[in-house]
């Protein structure tokens, strides 16, 4: 692996100082992403692409999330200590890297085999031991449910039944819906009895399409 120079860590302290000016304000998320660096998620020539606020293509025609989304869906996801979190979307690692980060319990689900493998052996390198399946997020993983927390980091076209089932009550999922890609609503649901959700929005976003289902 490469280093994480002070060169590096200085790109991502200002890299985070943009995202404050973005209405990035949880000190916690900030600090998970401080830890992370997110250059070693990138192969060496592209490296210097890892602390603009962009997304970057990764394999099997998926993206590494722009950090201003990834810090976004962690503030809105509220995460606490030991929290148990589902993401769904493993992708390249990064935003289960800063999850950990946060001191939650996460399990994390990716559909591709070869993004599934890559970031397995990513997060080990970094000593991080989320659970880390290969299979369709739609699901979810029912055997480990109620999750404290749920993240999507791929757009649905509707909230999956299966994944709110799946919530606890007092629980948040922050998710991006639409029927477009390229312009997705970020949503956030608290799950506030077994049979009443509260929604509300918090912007638009571009992200890759769930995959799995029918």
């Given at each position: 692996m490469?280093?994480d120079?002070?060169?590096?860590q200085?790109?991502?302290r ?17 600090q ?5 660096p997110r250059?070693?998620f990138?192969?060496k020539?592209f490296e210097?692409?890892?602390y ?6 990764i394999e099997?025609?998926?993206?590494i ?7 976004m ?6 995460v606490?200590q030991y929290h148990?979190?589902l ?10 890297a800063v ?9 994390s689900?990716?559909f591709?085999?070869?993004l599934?493998q890559?970031?397995?052996k ?5 000593g ?10 739609n699901k979810?993983?029912?055997a480990e449910?109620?999750?404290?927390r749920?993240?999507?980091?791929c757009?649905?076209?509707e ?18 819906v639409g029927?477009n890609n390229?312009?997705?609503?970020m949503?956030?649901?608290?799950r ?17 399409p769930?995959?799995g289902?029918?």
């Amino acid at each position: 692996m490469n280093l994480d120079t002070y060169k590096h860590q200085g790109l991502r302290r200002k890299l985070l100082e943009e995202l404050k000016t973005k209405g990035i304000t949880d000190q916690a998320v900030l600090q998970a992403m401080m830890a992370v660096p997110r250059h070693l998620f990138f192969t060496k020539e592209f490296e210097h692409f890892a602390y603009e606020d962009k997304a970057f293509p990764i394999e099997a025609g998926q993206t590494i999330s722009q950090p201003f989304t990834v810090a976004m869906q962690s503030q809105l996801l509220e995460v606490g200590q030991y929290h148990k979190v589902l993401e769904i979307g493993t992708g390249s690692g990064y935003q289960c890297a800063v999850l950990c980060g946060l001191s939650a319990n996460v399990f994390s689900i990716e559909f591709h085999k070869v993004l599934h493998q890559t970031a397995a052996k990513m997060l080990k390198g970094f000593g991080l031991k989320p659970t880390l399946l290969c299979g369709d997020g739609n699901k979810g993983l029912p055997a480990e449910a109620p999750y404290d927390r749920i993240m999507l980091t791929c757009g649905a076209a509707e909230i999956p039944k299966s994944l709110m089932s799946q919530l606890s009550v007092g629980g948040i999922m922050v998710i991006p819906v639409g029927k477009n890609n390229e312009d997705l609503e970020m949503l956030k649901l608290i799950r506030v009895s077994e049979t009443k959700f509260e929604q509300s929005t918090h912007g638009r976003f571009r992200f890759v399409p769930l995959l799995g289902g029918n």
